[in-house]
């Protein structure tokens, strides 16, 4: 299957401060999906990306799919606390990788 | 409303002891699945199934049975449990594969600890 890296594992942030996570595939990726998952939740689907090049946006989040599909970020601006959890992509066919995920907590 | 549910949600158990986590969908996907989740792993998917009777192994199947007899349900079978498998776990559910851009809908999880 589609293997993806994640970094950075933990990202710490003053409330206010910008965040941004990136995951890296060795292969062209078909699209790729992004979730968010609050502590103690389950994993909730944010977006998909598919186009070369592709940005999105929700509100403080931009999504970013490279112009090879190799990679992808997620930035948010200006955190707030309501941010707070892990941010992981997930990428493959009909089985399904994610990333390690990247963990953010704020610092209010 | 549009869920997916998973029980028990915890379960504490001894080494060998068989047990089945159930996962029921009722939003009519034809997609679900199974993932683990332990800490700096992220989920890996255990099983995945593309409709009734179909299932195929994902990542870290070893130790694992399912079965996908009627759509909605997807039942996690662990025949004999070992501490190794001790976990959160999450089924999930989509119209199709979310590597084909479905969107992947999870159940609350399920926290099994084998001692």
């Known amino acids: 299957g589609q293997q993806v890296m994640q970094i950075p594992q933990y990202q710490h942030v003053q409330e206010g401060e910008d965040f941004t996570t990136y995951c890296n595939s060795s292969?062209?990726?078909?699209?790729i999906q992004w979730y968010k998952q609050r502590p103690g939740g389950h994993p909730v689907f944010l977006i998909q990306?598919?186009?070369?090049?592709e940005v999105k946006k929700q509100k403080r989040l931009t999504f970013q799919f490279g112009e090879a599909k190799k990679n992808s970020s997620l930035h948010i601006t200006a955190t707030q606390t309501t941010d707070v959890g892990t941010y992981f992509c997930?990428?493959?066919?009909?089985?399904?990788?994610f990333g390690t995920g990247t963990r953010l907590t704020i610092i209010p | 409303e549009a869920q997916v549910t998973q029980n028990p949600r915890y379960l504490i158990t001894v080494t060998g002891k068989k047990l089945t986590v159930t996962c029921s969908q009722n939003?009519?996907?034809?997609?679900m699945s199974w993932y683990r989740q332990d800490p700096g792993l992220g989920l890996r998917q255990i099983y995945y199934?593309?409709?009734?009777?179909?299932?195929d192994k994902g990542d870290v199947p070893e130790g694992y049975k399912v079965s996908r007899k009627e759509k909605r349900n997807f039942p996690l079978i662990l025949e004999s449990p070992s501490p190794n498998q001790t976990s959160l776990y999450f089924c999930?559910?989509?119209?199709?594969?979310?590597?084909?851009?479905?969107?992947?809908?999870f159940g609350p999880g399920t926290r099994l600890t084998v001692t």
């Open positions: 939003m009519n996907h034809e997609y």
């Open positions: 999930a559910s989509s119209l199709g594969s979310g590597g084909y851009g479905y969107e992947q809908y």
């Open positions: 199934s593309m409709n009734v009777e179909v299932t």
């Open positions: 997930a990428v493959g066919n009909e089985k399904l990788t």
């Open positions: 292969t062209t990726l078909s699209n």
């Open positions: 990306l598919v186009k070369s090049g």
